[in-house]
């Protein structure tokens, strides 16, 4: 890619990219199981998408330091890292 985003924006770019893997994931099989694999199956998982990517952004921007504080302090770090 030529005209990459600089480094310190990465967070407010992997927030949206992982916000809409996520969001995408999980309405797609929460429609499924609540509502039956139908003829308005994906009309009900556009809809419940649309309103999942809409929480699920602003709650990675939120939980995704959180998460990697964690991390931090439950993983062992790698010797000469």
């Known amino acids: 890619m030529k005209n990459k985003i600089p480094a310190k924006f990465a967070p407010f770019v992997f927030a949206p990219v992982m916000a809409l893997g996520m969001a995408s ?7 499924g199981v609540n ?3 139908d003829d308005g199956f ?3 998982w556009a809809s ?4 999942g990517f809409c929480v699920a952004w602003p709650a990675s921007q939120v939980i995704a330091p959180l998460a990697h ?3 931090r302090h439950v993983v062992k ?5």
């Not at 419940?48 to 309103?51: G, K, Q």
């Not at 770090?77 to 890292?81: K, N, T």
Request: proline letters at 4%; charged letters at 10%; aromatic letters at 20%.
């Open 42 to 44: 994906l009309w009900r």
């Open 69 to 71: 504080r964690i991390t």
């Open 35 to 37: 509502t039956g694999f």
């Open 48 to 51: 419940a998408f649309a309103v």
């Open 77 to 81: 770090p790698v010797d000469g890292l």
């Open 25 to 31: 994931i999980m309405s797609f099989f929460m429609t």
